[in-house]
C-alpha cells in the first residue's frame, strides 16, 4: 500500500511558476513509476508526466513539453513537478500517482495509487 500526499499548489498568475510535490509513504518508493496527473471542472483526467523508478526517463504530454518537469528524489519518498509558463487553461486540481511497471504508461487505469490532489488555479 502506498500513500501519496500532494502539496505546492496555489493560485499564480499567467506565466508564473509553480513546483508541485508529492511525498510517499512507502519504504519501497525506488520501485514504482510515479505520474502526475490533472483534471479541471467538467473535464477528464489526463496525464501530464511520468518518470521512471531510478529518474532517468521521464515522459510528457505534449501540452507541457519544454515547460514541465518532473523530477524525483528517491532518498526523499518525493516526485516533483515544476511548472513554468503556466497558463489559465492549466487551472486543474494536479494529482501524483504510483504504479509497478517498469514502463512510463499515460492510462489513468495504469496506476494503482493516487493522492487527493492539490489546487493549481493559473490567473490571466
Known amino acids: 500500500q502506498v500513500q501519496l500526499v500532494e502539496s505546492g499548489g496555489g493560485l499564480v498568475q499567467a506565466g508564473d511558476s509553480l513546483r508541485l510535490s508529492c511525498a510517499a509513504s512507502t519504504r519501497t518508493f525506488s520501485g514504482y513509476t510515479m505520474g502526475w496527473f490533472r483534471q479541471a471542472p467538467g473535464k477528464e483526467r489526463e496525464f501530464v508526466a511520468a518518470i521512471s523508478w531510478s529518474g532517468g526517463r521521464t515522459y510528457y504530454a505534449d501540452s507541457v513539453k519544454g515547460r514541465f518537469t518532473i523530477s524525483r528524489d528517491n532518498a526523499k519518498n518525493t516526485v516533483y513537478l515544476q511548472m513554468n509558463s503556466l497558463k489559465p487553461e492549466e487551472t486543474a486540481v494536479y494529482y501524483c500517482?504510483?504504479?509497478?511497471?517498469?514502463?512510463?504508461?499515460?492510462?489513468?487505469?495504469?496506476?494503482?495509487?493516487w493522492g487527493q490532489g492539490t489546487q493549481v488555479t493559473v490567473s490571466s
Open positions: 500517482a504510483a504504479q509497478m511497471s517498469s514502463s512510463l504508461r499515460v492510462g489513468v487505469y495504469d496506476y494503482n495509487y
